[in-house]
């Protein structure tokens, strides 16, 4: 089981840019798959999650209406589409689920604890 996370890198203000969540060894259909992000000297903190189980999503505050996620079926993986970034969105992203996220709605911020597949980060600039 593995997930890998790709596509970050620096960017200006009020740019954007697309991260990509691959997974191999198996199938993402049914889980709820998270972002999370873990800025310098900052705890790891959920930022949105999408079920593939019911469709449901959430974001928090913070990137609502910025940060928008799909998912490609075909190719198994998910896409994160961040818009209007901030410097404040520096951090590391990192995509995950885990073997509780089966068949789970995605109806609050995601919790760390609740996630045991993690991908390795992909580290992401928003600086002029």
């Known amino acids: 089981v593995q997930l890998q996370a790709s596509g970050g890198g620096l960017v200006q203000p009020e740019g954007s840019l697309r991260l990509s969540c691959a997974a191999s060894g198996f199938s993402l259909d049914y889980y709820t798959i998270a972002w999370f992000r873990q800025a310098p000297g900052k705890e790891r903190e959920g930022v949105l999650c999408i079920s593939n189980s019911d469709g449901s999503t959430y974001y928090v505050d913070s990137v609502k209406g910025r940060f928008s996620i799909s998912r490609d079926n075909t190719k198994n993986a998910l896409y994160l589409q961040m818009n209007s970034l901030k410097p404040e969105d520096t951090a590391v992203y990192y995509c995950?689920?885990?073997?509780?996220?089966?068949?789970?709605?995605?109806?609050?911020?995601?919790?760390?604890?609740?996630?045991?597949?993690w991908g390795q980060g992909t580290l992401v600039t928003v600086s002029s």
């Open positions: 995950a689920t885990g073997r509780w996220m089966y068949g789970h709605s995605c109806g609050y911020a995601p919790k760390t604890y609740e996630y045991d597949y």
